[in-house]
């Protein structure tokens, strides 16, 4: 557990950040690393406690990862060099190592089983474990296989058409994975644009892969070609010092090198529609996604509502865009977000217990939230849920309060940005 307790803030925040690299998309530059063949240099690889668990398990299926910092360099000898884990595989807090591993270890010839913490244990993976049986996976664990811990036999795997039945660029990952080792081609078709940094590295690193509108289509057992990948900064961090720039009177904040992929930017339409002042500088392409240095300064906001294709491309930032509503004139409707419920913790009512807490008038939906504004917030002991984004959430709350806040337990930040307090401090103007 580790407490603390944040006081009043009443000055600017000004200055630049580089927020640590995508998880997303560092999850996916160990995973295609570790089965390509040849030597790939990940460089500003997030450090973070989710993205360990994903280079801990291929470790353990004796792949050679060296990290000296934020630079991998992975020694990927194929599929077939693989060995079994002698371990059951601890899988952390990590929702992504989990779903995304389940698509390949249902293809790799040895037996493993998985496990994760309290948070993890509960989250479904029927979503995944579903489609991975009906192409030929053995999977068994808790609850007829839809719960941690799961035992997978490795199998031959056959491709399949599938049509996703929700919103999910885990479950979408999961079958295009198991379709790189499955016979035949495999066709996963969603129902929205969900991220697709899956498809974009797959690409890179030679697969066999076609994109048509939004269904993609893998044709298996091709060999993956090591390759280069530098991660861009994570949006998904970027976005509480987007709010906090937004919301802290007199700042300006500059978001240096931050990834801009399309289908993860429903933050910054969010803004500029809330009236927030918000420009995008240098975009360029790296390693096959859109960056560029994203500058914001507070304004008056208004609220808003935010619903339908949207919500995939901004739905780890709605803990932030809730903050964000309680600051803006008026009414601000979330819908159509109920995924929210099984995320780390269950995000629609943490949000709505932490800032109730400190005044805000806000109340739970089945599948969103109504945030009315704008209200001043006050102090308080928050909970974080021991959940990444509620803790950072929390804190940024903290700097609008006009009391202390406590919040209850704040290490869970270390899950997706362990640098996040320094990087508020060079920040914050000095009192
Ligand atoms: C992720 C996809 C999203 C997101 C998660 C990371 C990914 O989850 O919430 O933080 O890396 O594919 P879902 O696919 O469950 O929506």
Request: charged residues 20%; contains cysteine.
């Amino acid at each position: 557990m580790s407490q603390v307790t944040l006081q009043p803030f009443d000055k600017a925040l000004t200055g630049e950040i580089e927020v640590p690299g995508d998880k997303s998309i560092s999850h996916r530059a160990v995973i295609f690393g570790s089965i390509a063949n040849g030597t790939s240099k990940i460089t500003n690889f997030l450090d973070g406690e989710d993205c360990m668990r994903t280079i801990h398990a291929f470790r353990s299926m004796g792949v050679s990862i060296d990290k000296k910092d934020s630079t991998l360099t992975i020694q990927g000898k194929g599929v077939k060099a693989l060995i079994e884990p002698t371990e059951p595989l601890f899988f952390g807090n990590s929702g992504t190592t989990t779903r995304l591993m389940l698509g390949l270890l249902a293809g790799f010839p040895f037996f493993t089983s998985i496990y994760g913490d309290s948070s993890l244990t509960n989250r479904p993976m029927d979503r995944v474990v579903n489609p991975l049986k009906e192409m030929g996976a053995s999977i068994n664990g808790r609850k007829d296989g839809n719960n941690l811990p799961l035992a997978i036999r490795g199998k031959k795997l056959s491709g399949i058409e599938y049509r996703l039945p929700i919103k999910s660029a885990q479950v979408k990952s999961a079958v295009i994975l198991a379709g790189l080792l499955a016979e035949g081609e495999t066709n996963v078709t969603e129902q929205t644009q969900t991220r697709d940094h899956t498809e974009n590295m797959l690409e890179a690193f030679g697969a066999d892969i076609v994109r048509n509108g939004l269904t993609t289509t893998i044709t298996g057992k091709k060999d993956l070609v090591a390759t280069d990948v530098h991660v861009p900064g994570d949006i998904s961090s970027a976005a509480f010092f987007l709010a906090a720039g937004a919301l802290v009177s007199g700042s300006v904040l500059t978001l240096k090198n931050t990834g801009l992929n399309p289908t993860r930017t429903g933050i910054i339409d969010v803004l500029k529609a809330m009236n927030a002042s918000i420009k995008i500088e240098n975009e360029r392409f790296i390693s096959g996604e859109l960056v560029g240095d994203v500058v914001i300064a507070s304004s008056n906001l208004k609220g808003l509502v935010i619903e339908g294709d949207i919500i995939p491309r901004l739905i780890d930032e709605i803990p932030i865009i809730a903050l964000l509503a309680t600051q803006a004139e008026g009414k601000t409707i979330i819908r159509d977000a109920a995924e929210l419920r099984v995320k780390e913790t269950d995000r629609i009512n943490a949000v709505v217990a932490v800032l109730s807490t400190l005044g805000a008038n806000i109340e739970a939906t089945e599948d969103g939230m109504i945030i009315k504004g704008k209200t001043a917030l006050k102090g308080g002991e928050i909970s974080s849920y021991n959940d990444h984004r509620i803790a950072m959430m929390g804190v940024i709350a903290s700097l609008l309060a006009s009391e202390e806040v406590t919040i209850d337990d704040i290490s869970s930040i270390a899950v997706s940005y362990p640098s996040f307090f320094t990087d508020l401090n060079n920040v914050k103007e000095p009192s």
